[in-house]
């Protein structure tokens, strides 16, 4: 289960305090897949840091009781001027996993061939979602939080994400920041919207898409 | 439930995992720093024994061979190796956090473990350096060997942990404090003649001693000289006053780095 309560986040910028998310409270439980809708700079990502434990909210809560994934997206998690065995090497021995297993699957998975052994600064966005991907599912977490727009573009890829996630890995949990309805309609059974940074828990993933298409 | 991972968090497992961290982060330094061919990192041991062996040449050249009645090249080994090892640290420490966000995308490493390895590299670079360049000058007879190991590794040790103490506090407080940041290069410059790296506290007049004796990184040069130079040095430290403040550094640092998260603003 992960449980935030009355997570509150403010950045500082020049022009005065920003008040991103103002009172957010959800619940995921194990399983349970969640697509959090809001528009651009609703504070979705930033929730979604929250719960990865990213960024610190400003007050409020976060408690976790099953292993979380860091927010997989097109940035973060990775050592630029590292290849990207480096970095998978990093990240096998700070999660206790093998390193040859994880090796493996991500060549399979990601597909990078020779390119893993090039500075990750050097890969392209897409390049970097795929081996976030495929690090992610080989270290098996019991909730994955995405953001979305690293899943759309490669259909191919995005087939086999979708394989490996939402088929193999049905038991795990989910929490998804989206802005494509039909992603979230297709992937996911809960639906909570973001909004002046209030959140509001929705009975039906249908309800949510209504409420985000009337905003 | 294909695998679940079921955790007992036990004080052992959570020291356990942080120790895995540390050396997963030490390791990744060094290829970040030094790259993967060969013997790059090497260059832990390089960057110092340049630096000490530089100074250390170029004071033995063109200073008197002795000052105040001790000899300059053991002077300045025994001054210069523990005043880098606090510089480093410390300009490895400015703005850790920011230029390394990346990591903190994993809960389990810390603000805390990413100082731990840079300052251990750091420390045991300059260290395996210092020996080198003490065991060349001692062969090639510019130094005599020290007259008493114990009180050197003594003043290693307060050395190693004054200077984690300031890495962590100068990691934190540049996040903080933008001010701070720019300040740092400069108070680290300005504060060289309370290091006592370049002079001893006898040499001062009675009067003024007590203002270097406030410096704990003056307090350990002494020992180191004690330990180098035997009776033919006086040299004065306050092993108590020394220990207090190093530890009160050390948990003002530890504090200070448990908080600092709430101030950082990851990027990345």
């Known amino acids: ?215 | 439930m294909t695998r679940q991972i079921k955790r007992h968090d036990t004080l052992f497992s959570n020291f356990f995992l942080q120790y895995k961290v540390i050396h997963a982060l030490i390791l990744r330094e060094l290829h970040t720093r030094y790259g993967r061919d060969n013997l790059g990192f090497l260059w832990v041991i390089g960057e110092p024994i340049l630096f000490c062996a530089g100074v250390a040449i170029v004071w033995t050249a063109i200073r008197p061979a002795r000052e105040h009645g001790l000899a300059m090249t053991a002077m300045v080994v025994t001054g210069y190796v523990p005043l880098t090892m606090w510089r480093h640290c410390m300009a490895r420490a400015i703005k850790a956090y920011e230029a390394n966000g990346s990591l903190l995308f994993h809960r389990q490493v810390t603000p805390f473990d990413i100082i731990t390895a840079r300052s251990f590299l750091e420390i045991i670079g300059t260290v395996m350096a210092g020996l080198l360049v003490m065991f060349g000058a001692i062969i090639l007879g510019y130094m005599q060997p020290p007259q008493d190991w114990s009180l050197i590794v003594l003043a290693l040790i307060y050395q190693c942990f004054f200077s984690f103490a300031t890495a962590l506090l100068a990691a934190s407080l540049s996040e903080m404090s933008d001010l701070v940041e720019k300040f740092v290069s400069v108070i680290s410059y300005l504060s060289l003649p309370f290091s006592g790296a370049f002079i001893m506290v006898t040499w001062l007049p009675l009067r003024y001693q007590w203002i270097l004796m406030l410096s704990p990184m003056a307090n350990n040069m002494e020992m180191m000289r004690g330990g180098q130079f035997g009776l033919e040095a006086s040299v004065r430290y306050d092993l108590f006053y020394d220990t207090w403040m190093t530890g009160l550094l050390l948990l003002v640092g530890i504090i200070l780095t448990a908080d600092v998260r709430k101030h950082l603003e990851i990027t990345g």
């Open chain 1, 1 to 215: 289960m992960i449980k935030c309560a009355d997570i509150v986040k403010e950045f500082h910028t020049p022009s005065g305090v920003r008040r991103v998310l103002n009172g957010v409270n959800c619940e995921v439980q194990r399983g349970e897949k969640w697509g959090v809708l809001g528009h651009n700079g609703a504070g979705k990502s930033t929730l979604l840091r929250i719960i990865g434990g990213v960024d610190l909210p400003t007050s409020g809560q976060v408690e976790r009781d099953m292993s979380i994934s860091w927010p997989i997206g097109f940035s973060g998690a990775f050592q630029g001027s590292l290849s990207g065995l480096d970095n998978l090497r990093f990240i096998a021995r700070i999660y206790s996993r093998n390193y040859e297993e994880m090796r493996r699957f991500v060549d399979d998975f990601a597909e990078l061939g020779h390119q893993l052994r090039e500075p990750v600064k050097n890969y392209s966005s897409g390049m970097r979602a795929r081996l976030a991907f495929a690090l992610s599912i080989a270290i098996e977490f019991e909730c994955y939080l995405i953001d979305e727009v690293v899943m759309v573009g490669d259909a191919r890829f995005a087939q086999r994400c979708r394989h490996e996630l939402f088929e193999k890995r049905s038991d795990r949990s989910l929490v998804i920041v989206s802005h494509s309805m039909d992603f979230i309609k297709e992937t996911c059974d809960h639906s909570m919207v973001l909004r002046d940074g209030k959140m509001t828990i929705c009975a039906s993933v249908q309800e949510g898409i209504d409420m985000y298409n009337n905003f």
